[in-house]
């Protein structure tokens, strides 16, 4: 059993960067591929950028260039790093880990960016 803890939201002006983590306990985390994903007011949760237990990663088109995500296995933790935030990318955010067919999802985390 995994449990995931996210952290690093927060209020950020239009233009500014965050630097969410998720940290992992109950299992070890390098076999598992990871992602980020976020739910904004009325919609439905979008992937936002994952990153496979080897290393490869690919991007929601929407936040190619601004966002990068990130794995330290040997500290049991996921990053994803937010830079030249806009107003759009308010929501909470939530990190995610499978392993074969078992998901786990953290419990989110609200990041919000004022115009």
């Known amino acids: 059993q995994v449990q995931l803890v996210e952290s690093g939201g927060g209020l950020v002006q239009a233009g500014g960067s965050l630097r969410l983590s998720c940290a992992a306990s109950?299992?070890?985390?390098?076999?598992?591929?990871m992602g980020w994903h976020r739910q904004a007011p009325g919609k439905q949760r979008e992937l936002v950028a994952a990153?496979?237990?080897?290393?490869?990663?690919n991007y929601a088109d929407s936040v190619k260039g601004r966002f990068t995500i990130s794995r330290d296995n040997a500290k049991n933790t996921v990053y994803l790093q937010m830079n030249s935030l806009q107003p759009e990318d308010t929501a909470i955010y939530y990190c995610?880990?499978?392993?074969?067919?078992?998901?786990?999802w953290g419990q989110g985390t609200q990041v919000t960016v004022s115009s």
């Open positions: 990153i496979t237990n080897g290393g490869s990663s």
């Open positions: 109950g299992s070890h985390l390098s076999m598992h591929d």
């Open positions: 995610h880990a499978r392993l074969f067919v078992t998901n786990y």
